[in-house]
């Protein structure tokens, strides 16, 4: 069974950082894209970053510059490096390992991402 687990999360200060993880077990990592979305109260998740298995990447043009997406296969684990924080970044973020053939999109539990003075 898959198991997905994001840490990292907190308040920080517009113009601040911080680095999300996420840790996938029960699948072969390296086989599965992965991606981090996000959610703000009252509105739609939407889709932050992608990284391929073949570490392409791909970001909502709001983060374009400031995060950056990354994979350790060895360590079955996804970054988000966020930098240059706004207001509006604040939102849960979700770690997504995404359907490929027959197999579902799997789900993290989230963690809270507030940007605040």
């Known amino acids: 069974q898959v198991h997905i687990v994001e840490s990292g999360g907190g308040l920080v200060q517009p113009g601040g950082s911080l680095r999300l993880s996420c840790v996938a077990s029960g699948s072969i990592f390296s086989f599965y894209d992965m991606a981090w979305y996000r959610q703000a109260p009252g509105k739609q998740r939407e889709l932050v970053a992608v990284i391929t298995t073949n570490k392409r990447t791909t970001y909502l043009d709001s983060v374009k510059g400031r995060f950056t997406i990354s994979r350790d296969n060895a360590k079955n684990t996804v970054y988000l490096q966020m930098n240059s924080l706004k207001p509006e970044d604040t939102a849960v973020y979700y770690c997504?390992?995404?359907?490929?053939?027959?197999?579902?999109?799997?789900w993290g539990q989230g963690t809270q991402v507030t940007v605040s003075s």
């Open positions: 997504n390992q995404r359907g490929s053939g027959p197999s579902p999109d799997y």
